[in-house]
């Protein structure tokens, strides 16, 4: 049989509490401070509680879904019951995954001309290619690092060329004013 959930007394002063507060994300921690439980408890509540946000190897669940987790709770004839009927159809705590990266060792200087080949700036255009995911990933990162350190060189790369319009009329006028002077009858090159 399994265990009696401990908090189930508790869950309107806990609902209460949850509503008052202007915490829009809860930490395992914070979880654990509410429902007045362990660090495992917490952990296996937050994913009955669902829509656990994994950021930076923490976890969090958000305000809505911990609201609606109590509102279900507090309308239950058994907590117990909901909560084990929660912890069956609960989804499994995304992981993130690690990448084996390659990146040269002093990426502290590196600059736009720095970049490997399989990144491309032109105007209005980037690319960046590889064989595969951490090939692209690596590539990406290589540019975040050049636009920390050379903003000016990847912007001036990434713009759009200036209007040559202006330019071209003037060219053809220079062009047509030769043409003139060059085949006037007459004229010394005749």
């Known amino acids: 049989m399994a265990r009696p959930v401990k908090w189930s007394r508790d869950v309107h002063a806990i609902r209460e509490r949850a509503t008052r507060s202007r915490t829009e994300t809860w ?23 669902g829509e656990v ?8 669940v958000d ?30 705590v995304a992981r993130p995954s690690t990448l084996r990266l390659s ?22 255009e980037l690319r ?4 595969n995911a951490e090939q692209v990933i690596e590539g990406l990162l290589m540019l975040a690092q050049v636009m920390q350190n050379d903003l000016d060189s990847v912007r ?14 003037e060219l053809r006028n220079l062009f047509a004013t030769l043409r003139e002077h060059q ?8």
């Not at 109590?70 to 609960?90: I, N, P, T, Y």
């Not at 960046?128 to 064989?131: E, F, I, L, Q, Y």
């Open 63 to 92: 305000r809505a879904s911990l609201l609606a987790f109590l509102d279900q709770m507090v309308a239950a004839d058994s907590v117990d019951e909901a909560l084990r009927s929660k912890h069956e159809c609960a989804e499994p």
């Open 156 to 169: 001036i790369s990434l713009d759009p060329l200036p209007d040559q319009a202006p330019l071209d009329q």
């Open 183 to 190: 085949f006037k009858p007459g004229s010394p090159d005749e």
């Open 128 to 131: 960046v290619r590889g064989a």
């Open 27 to 49: 930490s395992r921690h914070d979880i654990e401070r509410l429902f007045g439980i362990s660090r495992a408890s917490a952990q296996n509540l937050m994913k009955a509680i």
């Open 53 to 60: 946000q994994a950021v930076g190897g923490s976890h969090f």
């Open 103 to 124: 990146l040269p060792e002093d990426l502290r200087r590196v600059t736009l001309k720095d970049l490997p080949v399989s990144v491309t700036l032109s105007p209005g």
